[in-house]
Nanobody, 115 residues
Framework: QVQLVESGGGSVQPGGSLRLSCVASGSHFSEDNMGWFRQAPGKEREFVATINRHNFILYSDSVKGRFTISRDNARNTIYLQMNHLKPEDTAVYYC?????????WGQGTQVTVSA
């Protein structure tokens, strides 16, 4: 059974940085397509970034140039380095393993950006 555990969330001032981690277990991680989504209060969950097993990367327009997704297959971990954070980045951030027929989601980690 695949499990994902996120960490690294917290509170930061605008302009600050955080790095999120997501450790996967129970899968052949190097073959997995992974990503990050986020959900702000009262809003739908939205795409942030994805990295596939070939290290092909996509970002949402709202985070492009500020966030960096990466993976370490030796540690079964993906990361989301978040720089120049804005109040609108405040959300619960979820790690996801894309799979058919049902994706696997982590429990989420809270990121709060406020002065």
């Amino acid at each position: 059974q695949v499990q994902l555990v996120e960490s690294g969330g917290g509170s930061v001032q605008p302009g600050g940085s955080l790095r999120l981690s997501c450790v996967a277990s129970g899968s052949h991680f190097s073959e997995d397509n992974m990503g990050w989504f986020r959900q702000a209060p009262g809003k739908e969950r939205e795409f942030v970034a994805t990295i596939n097993r070939h290290n092909f990367i996509l970002y949402s327009d709202s985070v492009k140039g500020r966030f960096t997704i990466s993976r370490d297959n030796a540690r079964n971990t993906i990361y989301l380095q978040m720089n120049h954070l804005k109040p609108e980045d405040t959300a619960v951030y979820y790690c996801v393993r894309f799979q058919s027929p049902t994706n696997t989601w982590g429990q989420g980690t809270q990121v709060t950006v406020s002065a």
